[in-house]
């Protein structure tokens, strides 16, 4: 089973730019194609990006595409979301995820999330 960490999150002006990382720990980093998620208050949680397990492809949602980037390095067992162009409704708690078989939206092993806060 692996364990996933989440950190980098915060409090940010509209346009400003925030970098999460996802540490993973427990089993072989480069079995698992990872993705992230968020989720604002009431609201479900909803599919941000994933990447397969070399990086070599990734997806995004179409909220974010153009403005996010999803990246890994597997030498450091971690997994990254680079977000640009931040807007108030990217306002949430993001959640990293891992699966041994790429399903982008699809996965079993879950982080803790980390908030993020984007100010008007």
């Known amino acids: 089973q692996v364990q996933l960490v989440e950190s980098g999150g915060g409090l940010v002006q509209a346009g400003g730019s925030l970098r999460l990382s996802c540490a993973a720990s427990?089993?072989?980093?480069?079995?698992?194609?990872m993705g992230w998620f968020r989720q604002a208050p009431g609201k479900e949680r909803e599919f941000v990006a994933a990447i397969t397990w070399s990086g070599g492809s990734t997806y995004y949602a179409d909220s974010v595409k153009g403005r996010f980037t999803i990246s890994r390095n597997n030498a450091k067992n971690t997994v990254y979301l680079q977000m640009n162009s931040l807007k108030p409704e990217d306002t949430a708690v993001y959640y990293c995820?891992?699966?041994?078989?790429?399903?982008?939206?699809?996965?079993?092993?879950w982080g803790q999330g980390t908030q993020v806060t984007v100010s008007s």
């Open positions: 995820a891992a699966d041994p078989k790429y399903r982008p939206t699809e996965y079993d092993y």
């Open positions: 427990g089993r072989t980093f480069s079995n698992y194609a």
